[in-house]
């Protein structure tokens, strides 16, 4: 049972344009979320969360919106530069924040050209 | 400071074998868990530890067990290997244990392919 989709394998962008990454979940339970990005032969960083309190985290070029009725959420880049080409992944912890364990999605590379 | 370490970086094992892989995590980083990652897939959740205890298992057979030691290094391994468990396994540290992924820093995995 997949609880957290990414259903675009990947995405192509010019440089300068905006990137829009989309997740969705089915745990509506679930009540925080991350995105990492992950670059080959390096382990996933850390971009952004959101609360579910919250609809929008912002954090320089990268926003974060949250539908929560949708359940739904997405990871916008403006404007997306040549570095920003990697795999991103969204992810929600299990239980809360309380828990350690991430339940990830499959993730959607993001190819952005110059 | 020194990053999460993972060893080896590669590994090539042929099938029924076993393998151990190992990870530091950063110094004074307490909690570790383990993730493997197979195309399609992402990234699915092994265990975590912390304080040498197991807190959290993930949906896998028990051919995939692992341990924490005193000063918080971590080891995973993999018995009667199978062509499936082909994949890159990640480890991540966090100061403390719970933290829903703030605080995460990921090594950068082990490639382990079983032929």
């Known amino acids: 049972d997949q609880q957290v989709k990414q259903n675009s394998p990947s995405l192509s962008v010019q440089e300068g344009r905006i990137s829009i990454l989309n997740c969705d979940y089915t745990n509506s339970m679930f009540d925080y979320f991350l995105w990492y990005k992950k670059y080959p032969a390096e382990g996933p960083t850390f971009l952004i969360s959101i609360s579910s309190i919250k609809d929008k985290n912002e954090d320089g070029r990268f926003t974060v919106f949250l539908n929560k009725s949708a359940k739904h959420l997405s990871l916008h880049i403006v404007p997306s530069q040549p570095g920003d080409s990697a795999v991103y992944f969204c992810a929600a912890p299990t239980g809360g924040t309380s828990y350690g364990k991430l339940t990830f999605g499959q993730g959607t590379i993001l190819t952005v050209h110059p | ?115």
Request: aromatic share 12%; hydrophobic share 25%; with cysteine.
């Open chain 2, 1 to 115: 400071k020194a990053g999460v370490t993972q060893t080896p970086r590669y590994l090539i094992k042929t099938r029924g074998q076993q393998v151990t892989l190992s990870c530091s995590p950063i110094s004074g980083h307490r909690s570790v868990s383990w993730y493997q990652q197979t195309p399609g897939q992402g990234l699915q959740f092994l265990f975590e530890y912390f304080s040498e205890t197991q807190r959290n298992k993930g949906n896998f057979p028990g051919r995939f067990s692992g341990r924490q030691f005193s000063n918080s290094r971590s080891e995973m391994n993999v018995s009667t290997l199978e062509l499936g468990d082909s994949a890159l396994y990640l480890c991540a540290s966090s100061p403390n244990p719970g933290q829903g992924g703030h605080g995460y820093t990921f090594g950068s995995g082990t490639r382990l392919t079983v032929v």
